[in-house]
């Protein structure tokens, strides 16, 4: 098994153009999780889907924020426009319903100037 | 609500050393404890969990122990190598919602 693959590994953008990150789960995984790591907050969770279907998304920061999952093995997180306090590392995580066990991808190191 | 909090960082050790970083957990009902570990420019591992009390989790010489009656899950290695020097992330789920929550984490760094 590949493990949850996110792409790109690092993105540089300039302040107002749109970022697209994507991730693709392991086979079989039904939750799919977006997170964001900063020193200043941390890991924070911004959204999840379970069955390709968004179920919380309370902690997307913003309108500019926004996630999809057309189906079971692809996910985007795009921002647009990006703004340099997006700067962070963006990870991609899945898990199985029966697992308490989630797994993350490598993250995607976004450094916006 | 739901919590973890762990002891801060970072924790500077020699190799083979004796290794302890503290979790405890505010939850409601009977989570499942678990610690995660990051190394430098990876994603996060599941490094080992517990499901309920007295049980315990081990893996790669880690070991923690769910301690209900003290709400803790402590991360103890006999003898840490260079190797483990990482971030350390005390994390647990309730039955009501399945998500995890996380600790702030305890940066690990082990001098040779």
């Known amino acids: 098994d590949a493990g949850v693959i996110q792409s790109p590994r690092h993105e540089v953008t300039e302040m107002g153009q749109e970022v697209t990150l994507r991730c693709k789960p392991i086979?079989?995984?039904?939750?799919l999780f977006w997170y964001r790591q900063t020193m200043m907050r941390g890991l924070e969770l911004l959204i999840y889907f379970n069955n390709n279907v968004p179920i919380d998304d309370s902690g997307m920061p913003e309108d500019r924020f926004s996630a999809k999952m057309p189906n079971a093995s692809f996910s985007t997180l795009k921002i647009q426009p990006s703004e340099p306090r997006d700067s962070a590392v963006y990870f991609c995580a899945s898990r199985k319903s029966s697992d308490y066990g989630y797994t993350f991808g490598s993250g995607t190191r976004l450094t916006v100037v | 609500g739901n919590s973890v909090t762990q002891m801060e960082g970072p924790v500077t050790l020699s190799e083979e050393a004796f290794l302890t970083i503290n979790c405890t957990y505010t939850?409601?009902?009977?989570?499942?404890l678990f610690w995660y570990v990051q190394y430098p420019g990876e994603g996060l591992q599941l490094l080992l969990k517990?499901?309920?009390a007295d049980d315990k989790g081990s893996n790669k010489g880690f070991e923690a122990t769910y301690r209900k009656e003290t709400t803790s899950f402590h991360l103890e290695k006999g003898s840490v190598q260079v190797s483990d020097s990482a971030v350390y992330f005390c994390a647990l789920i309730v039955p009501s919602n399945y998500q995890l929550i996380w600790g702030a984490g305890t940066k690990l760094i082990i001098k040779p």
């Open positions: 517990a499901t309920k």
């Open positions: 939850a409601t009902g009977y989570p499942s």
């Open positions: 086979s079989g995984h039904d939750y």
